[in-house]
């Protein structure tokens, strides 16, 4: 199993690549601030659960004449190795547990002047945005894409450039559409979208890191929860850290790999899964590994240097 950390060169300055989508009136600047996510990696299933916090400067576009104030809502196209087999939303205090589950397991001796332990996460569970619909193409690849870009132009978006999106579709992937929408009247102009779960078959644990690295110094937080164990020399050379190594900064190197102590929000989560599929229910117990990928993303240079011969690879040992 391969966990691929992905990123890419930004194709063009107007590009909207990797950003949010206004109707196709209106001129905008987005950022992600803060992305948050959790994947459950288990025989050829992954269930990938996606949240973020972003800034939107939208600005209108005064030679549309036919121009609508439609700022309450905004698409996010996200790449995915597969198909999805479904989706629904996500209660944010999944990342509150998992945080604090990976925090350290006995209080430091720490030195003055020296950064203090990570405090105890609260989430606030009310989101500016909500999901409120969602679309997935019936193709992969190329034809994914094209179905995607239908769907855009039916709804009054803008279209994706094809050179935008080329890693993607020359590797055979498949892209999900989520809509959010704010409280009528509202403006989308920043705040905290609702967590998204997804579900898909895939041959390995992936995530489209690169779709974000236009977004300057961007905070990520990825956890994975698998069956295997990973192989993380290479994390740190990509700007990255994991508490699967020892952490200075933190003084821990600790991995729980019992479903009940990793919070109510995640043991919820893995019951109605194994509900579901027998492949899960034997993994309740001591075959699970949780690893927790963190960091700041802020080496444009390093990022964009990327391509498809040096991703970032946490390779099954």
Do not use: C
Not at 176 to 192: L, M, P, R
């Amino acid at each position: 199993m391969k966990f691929f950390i992905l990123s890419m060169l930004l194709m063009f300055t107007t590009s909207i690549f990797g950003k949010a989508l206004l109707k196709s009136n209106f001129e905008y600047d987005f950022k992600t601030k803060d992305l948050k996510v959790f994947q459950l990696y288990i025989v050829g299933n992954m269930e990938l659960v996606v949240g973020f916090d972003y800034n939107l400067k939208i600005k209108k576009n005064n030679k549309s004449k036919k121009a609508k104030k439609r700022t309450d809502e905004f698409m996010f196209v996200l790449p995915v190795p597969n198909t999805i087999t479904s989706w629904k939303t996500q209660k944010n205090t999944i990342f509150k547990d998992l945080y604090n589950s990976t925090l350290p397991e006995k209080m430091p001796n720490v030195k003055k002047k020296k950064k203090l332990p990570r405090k105890m996460r609260r989430i606030n569970n009310r989101f500016k945005v909500v999901v409120q619909n969602v679309f997935k193409p019936a193709q992969l690849g190329k034809k994914a894409f094209d179905e995607v870009n239908e769907y855009l132009k039916k709804n009054g978006y803008n279209e994706l450039s094809f050179n935008d999106y080329k890693y993607y579709i020359d590797r055979s992937w498949s892209f999900v559409v989520v809509k959010y929408v704010t409280k009528k009247g509202f403006i989308a102009k920043k705040g905290s979208v609702q967590p998204i779960y997804l579900s898909l078959e895939a041959d390995s644990a992936a995530f489209p890191l690169r779709i974000f690295k236009d977004s300057p110094k961007l905070k990520t937080d990825i956890y994975v929860l698998s069956s295997f164990d990973l192989e993380l020399k290479d994390v740190k050379n990509y700007g990255l850290k994991t508490i699967e190594q020892v952490d200075n900064e933190l003084s821990q190197s600790n991995r729980l790999t019992i479903i009940t102590e990793l919070g109510d929000s995640i043991v919820d989560f893995y019951d109605k899964i194994s509900a579901k599929n027998e492949i899960f229910k034997d993994m309740e117990n001591n075959n699970l590994r949780l690893f927790h990928v963190y960091g700041t993303l802020n080496d444009k240079n390093k990022i964009s240097s990327w391509d498809a011969s040096t991703d970032f690879l946490l390779e099954n040992k």
